[in-house]
């Protein structure tokens, strides 16, 4: 089974803290799907040679657009895969852009679940990030979801942003479960380098949350998930009645995936390639007749390191059934190093995996980074 990611990287504003690769001028939208039905034409034997189960829509803004735009995509991945075999078809966003003519034809397409992206419940600080919604709009969008026929919602909240303080933050968590989905994705702010945040923290206009800050609301969080019936299956994803993101579940049990659109990634199994991070680039990558991409070959080493960084994130684990498919010197390494980590409480072994316990996930990178191979 296979998972296609479609990138739509238009937005009618850019948020203070994004580094992903979008656009706010819109003057190319036609010519970007025009360009994104070629690309998916002329990579069409991939898809043949699969069982697609899961689509995600992401952006950029994906709802900023027109739906006739989606509508087209749709119809294009038609001709070379079977609808009926999709299990969860995501499409991103904005509450402000969700209507009552919105959600009717968005499930119309086949769209089964809608991923918000929120950040916060405080209307001041949403400002702050240059978000378009209001906290009134996040609740009004999921009820229109809802009473659409979408039950299957996706909430994302930013934790160590410096205009949350700490009631901000427990009043975000609570209102989340106020809203009663199954589905909360949530990750402490990134200073990335590009980003409007970044250049504000270059030049002492903000002052970053210490990691001890952060941390603290990172614990709030999980356990209010927790007392709250939600899954903590991911270091930054929780669930509750098996509503897993279905899609992401696959990058992280190294499923293979096919990525559409300026800067999007795929993976075969063997090797990831992607396409160029700018609309030039795009148009003209896609004027050949025969797909080219930038391309890196995984090694050994590569796939081992990623099946034991990928693992470790989840509550699933590392299968220790599953290390016999690498090199008998990685899982000599691995067994040694773990081992360590298991008398230090850092890891647990649960049904033939090895898992970080919830406590421990705040460290989760040094863990996950002392069990790699060099």
Not at 132 to 156: C, F, M, W, Y
Request: with cysteine; aromatic share 14%; proline share 2%.
């Amino acid at each position: 089974m296979s998972g296609i990611y479609i990138h739509i990287p238009f937005c009618k504003s850019k948020c203070l803290y994004c580094n992903f690769f979008s656009v706010t001028n819109m003057n190319n939208v036609e010519k970007y799907f025009d360009t994104l039905i070629l690309e998916i034409n002329q990579r069409r034997n991939e898809l043949l040679s699969e069982k697609v189960k899961t689509i995600y829509i992401g952006g950029g803004t994906p709802s900023c657009v027109d739906i006739k735009y989606i509508e087209k995509i749709c119809s294009e991945l038609a001709r070379h895969i079977d609808f009926n075999e999709i299990e969860e078809f995501t499409i991103e966003c904005n509450p402000d852009d969700v209507n009552e003519n919105y959600v009717p034809e968005i499930k119309r397409l086949g769209i089964n679940r809608v991923s918000f992206g929120v950040q916060t419940f405080n209307d001041d600080v949403l400002k702050v990030m240059n978000r378009r919604h209001s906290s009134s709009q996040i609740r009004k969008a999921v009820e229109l979801s809802k009473n659409a026929g979408i039950e299957n919602i996706s909430v994302d909240l930013i934790y160590g942003f410096p205009s949350i303080e700490w009631n901000n933050w427990k009043n975000d968590v609570e209102e989340f479960l106020k809203l009663d989905v199954d589905h909360l994705s949530s990750y402490c702010l990134q200073y990335e380098k590009g980003s409007r945040i970044w250049k504000n923290l270059e030049s002492g206009k903000i002052t970053p949350k210490s990691d001890e800050v952060c941390n603290e609301e990172y614990d709030y969080l999980t356990a209010r998930m927790r007392e709250s019936g939600y899954e903590h299956y991911e270091i930054s994803n929780f669930a509750r009645n098996g509503k897993y993101s279905q899609h992401n579940s696959a990058y992280w049990f190294g499923i293979k995936y096919f990525g559409y659109g300026a800067a999007a990634h795929s993976y075969d199994g063997e090797s990831r390639y992607w396409n160029s991070s700018s609309l030039a680039g795009y148009f003209a990558q896609f004027k050949k007749q025969k797909f080219e991409s930038e391309a890196e070959k995984l090694s050994d080493k590569d796939k081992f390191n990623e099946f034991i960084m990928l693992g470790l994130r989840t509550m699933w684990g590392v299968d220790e059934n599953k290390l016999s498919l690498f090199p008998e010197r990685f899982v000599k390494n691995f067994i040694r190093e773990v081992e360590v980590k298991i008398k230090f409480g850092e890891i647990v072994k649960k049904n033939n995996s090895f898992v970080i316990p919830e406590d421990k996930m705040i460290i989760s990178d040094k863990i996950i980074s002392d069990l790699f191979v060099d």
